[in-house]
């Protein structure tokens, strides 16, 4: 759902002033829009690649939606499955590890809280 935001994002409010500019983008617009599909699912399937970078440079070119979201479905799917499932061994096995995330994820919910209300205050403030 992300990706398709970001996606949509980006088309909306850039791609229509640089994909109008053939000088900008034509070469690079022109391989994305023939090859898309597979440089997408090549760059989802590549942990170190950031996602969100992808979809936004996706917005910028031709390709459309349903193909984005295939792509990265496909891409994405083989890790998302390999973590679940060394996720579910390692819980299995060491049941103790659970506790440790539990304390982890209530402390990540109440720093993003007074974050959020810091960042909130700050704004209101000015």
Same mark, same amino acid.
């Given at each position: 759902?992300?990706?398709? @935001?970001?996606? $949509?994002?980006?088309?909306? +409010?850039?791609? %229509?002033? #640089?994909?109008?500019?053939?000088?900008? *983008?034509? /070469?690079?617009?022109?391989?994305?829009?023939?090859?898309?599909?597979?440089? @997408?699912?090549? $760059?989802?399937?590549?942990? +170190?690649?950031? %996602?969100? #970078?992808?979809?936004?440079?996706?917005? *910028?070119? /031709?390709?459309?939606?349903?193909?984005?979201?295939?792509?990265?479905?496909?891409?994405m799917a083989p890790l998302c499955f390999a973590q679940?499932?060394?996720?579910?061994?390692?819980?299995?096995?060491m049941l103790w590890l659970l506790y440790p995330l539990?304390?982890?994820?209530?402390?990540?919910?109440?720093?993003?809280?007074?974050?959020?209300?810091?960042?909130?205050?700050?704004?209101?403030?000015?």
């Amino acid at each position: 759902m992300g990706a398709g @935001v970001a996606f $949509l994002a980006t088309r909306q +409010l850039l791609a %229509s002033r #640089l994909i109008g500019d053939e000088s900008k *983008l034509s /070469s690079t617009a022109e391989r994305l829009s023939r090859h898309g599909f597979w440089v @997408v699912l090549l $760059l989802r399937v590549n942990p +170190l690649t950031s %996602s969100d #970078l992808v979809s936004y440079a996706a917005g *910028l070119t /031709s390709m459309s939606l349903r193909t984005l979201l295939t792509a990265t479905g496909l891409g994405m799917a083989p890790l998302c499955f390999a973590q679940a499932y060394l996720a579910e061994s390692l819980l299995e096995s060491m049941l103790w590890l659970l506790y440790p995330l539990i304390v982890a994820g209530i402390g990540y919910v109440v720093w993003a809280v007074v974050a959020v209300r810091t960042l909130v205050g700050n704004s209101q403030a000015d």
